[in-house]
């Protein structure tokens, strides 16, 4: 593990300072107070055009094109996008319907209390299963596992910034509150941790690297 730090660290080191400064707004302000802070920059029109489409990329659905994409460059990357967002989506998800099935969310929270919410227009409203979030646990596992197979410290370092953009973008929505998004990253995090280092930095690892290569070799060696 500590070789998978220090590889990342340019993911990991900007990452832990989020989570230190998330755990102190989350402590000292309160749910509703800290929502209506973020939500008071709703109304700006490049904002609300951004995160309305920009926040899709943390959809499931988008990480699996993703690893479809990564599967004709090197199958083993594409294995290891898929098994961590596996990983990390479903116990997400488990936590969602198992044990914060009744959690709501910000626009059911602010309409019941009578509480002002500015919302962005054209975003359908939901009002249960806030805790944690989707989205954020796809798109920390998306963006961190990016960073994992990108050589370059640049790299890392831009998907650690989209990872929290996206992040964002659920709570600009009043999709989910802050410590939804807080949660569902550190999600993606660990899990997709997990699964680095079982792909890359365990003995195992050593047995995949056969899948290094796109699927039409790797589909044509099992053949031949």
């Known amino acids: 593990m500590k070789n998978l730090f220090k590889n990342n660290a340019a993911f990991y080191l900007p990452y832990i300072v989020f989570v230190i400064v998330g755990a102190i707004l989350i402590l000292k302000t309160e749910q509703f107070d800290l929502h209506t802070k973020f939500n008071s920059i709703v109304g700006n029109s490049f904002l609300d055009f ?40 479903g116990f997400t998800q488990f936590l969602k319907k198992v044990f914060f099935n009744f959690e709501m969310r910000p626009f059911f929270h602010h309409t019941f209390n009578g509480l002002p919410l500015k919302v962005v227009e054209g975003v359908k409203m939901y009002s249960q299963n806030s805790f944690p979030s989707g989205h954020s646990t796809s798109a920390f596992c998306l963006f961190f596992c990016l960073s994992i197979i990108s050589p370059k410290i640049w790299q890392k370092i831009l998907f650690f910034c989209l990872a929290i953009i996206i992040g964002f973008s659920r709570v600009h929505l009043s999709q989910h509150f802050f410590e939804d998004v807080y949660v569902g990253s550190i999600i993606g995090v660990v899990f997709s941790s997990i699964a680095a280092y079982i792909f890359f930095y365990s003995k195992f690892s050593v047995k995949l690297t056969k899948l290094e290569q796109p699927i039409n070799k790797v589909l044509k060696k099992q053949n031949g």
Do not use: R
């Open 50 to 89: 951004f995160f309305k489409y920009g926040t899709h990329i943390g959809d499931g659905l988008f990480l699996i094109l993703i690893a479809i994409v990564l599967f004709f460059f090197n199958f083993k990357n594409g294995i290891f996008l898929l098994v961590s967002y596996a990983l990390a989506g």
